[in-house]
């Protein structure tokens, strides 16, 4: 009884604490009743990157297409041959599927963008596209997004 008394009053301290940690961000907002958190920093790097999609090998258009693929090679025959034609569906439907994945990954590549933030620390966001967004550029983080000043 006693040492779980002692872990809770031990975990309402810790939780007390990390409310208490403010990192280096100013309030911005011209609505008082929002709340917004700026961090402002330089461009360190920016890197072209893959969404990791077709990499891992399972995306989601390899899943959907596995599903799609079940579902067809299920109506196909009756007995053993329905159940081979829903594995041979499931496998077809999967590779299909993870092609789209590469083909689309392919075509729409993201940017990872390194801040050294005025803190010192670095943040990386990734982006979908950077615009005229350089390396050495002033930036301000506000909301998960990336904004030049």
């Not at 100013?26 to 969404?51: A, F, K, L, M």
């Not at 789209?100 to 943040?123: E, M």
Request: contains cysteine.
């Amino acid at each position: 009884m006693k040492t779980r008394s002692l872990l809770w009053v031990g975990l309402f301290v810790v939780g007390s604490l990390a409310g208490c940690a403010t990192p280096d961000q100013r309030q911005t907002s011209s609505d008082p009743g929002y709340s917004s958190y700026s961090s402002y920093g330089i461009v360190d790097s920016i890197q072209q990157s893959g969404g990791g999609v077709a990499n891992s090998g399972i995306g989601a258009g390899t899943i959907i297409g596995g599903v799609v693929g079940g579902v067809l090679g299920n109506q196909v025959g009756g007995g053993t041959g329905k159940t081979i034609a829903t594995v041979a569906g499931v496998a077809g439907g999967a590779l299909i599927g993870h092609e789209v994945d590469k083909n689309r990954q392919a075509k729409n590549p993201t940017y990872a963008v390194r801040v050294r933030l005025n803190n010192g620390d670095f943040q990386t966001m990734n982006l979908d596209n950077v615009g005229d967004l350089r390396v050495g550029d002033r930036v301000r983080i506000e909301n998960n997004q990336l904004y030049r000043y």
